[in-house]
């Protein structure tokens, strides 16, 4: 099998779908990957002196994807892909499941 451009494709709708069909309650919580998790995580790690962050001077706010953590940033993508992406993938999945009959 080749590595092309195709089953590239192919692989990310994969990963598409798993995250699509991921389920919260009986994946997520198990490791502690909950949005209350992140949340509590994110408040702790701000300081109380410094309002905008470790990396803000004089209160100046930086970027919020800076300072997100790739755990947060999973779980925002797994959010947005369940709430926005679930009906285009009925479709390019039945797209992609004709292809593949078509040309094998």
């Known amino acids: ?31 502690g990957w909950t949005e209350q998790a992140t949340i ?7 300081d109380p002196y410094f309002p905008g962050g470790p990396n803000s001077m004089y209160g100046q706010t930086s970027q919020p994807s800076s300072t997100e953590s790739m755990k947060t940033q999973f779980l925002k993508f797994v959010i947005a892909v369940q709430t926005i992406m679930r009906v285009p993938l009925i479709f390019i999945n039945l797209f992609a499941i004709a292809l593949e009959l078509l040309l094998g």
């Open 1 to 31: 099998m080749a590595f092309t451009i195709y089953a590239l494709m192919k692989a990310g709708l994969l990963l598409l779908n798993a995250a699509a069909i991921l389920h919260k309650e009986r994946f997520l919580d198990k490791l």
């Open 40 to 46: 509590a995580a994110q408040s702790m790690m701000s």
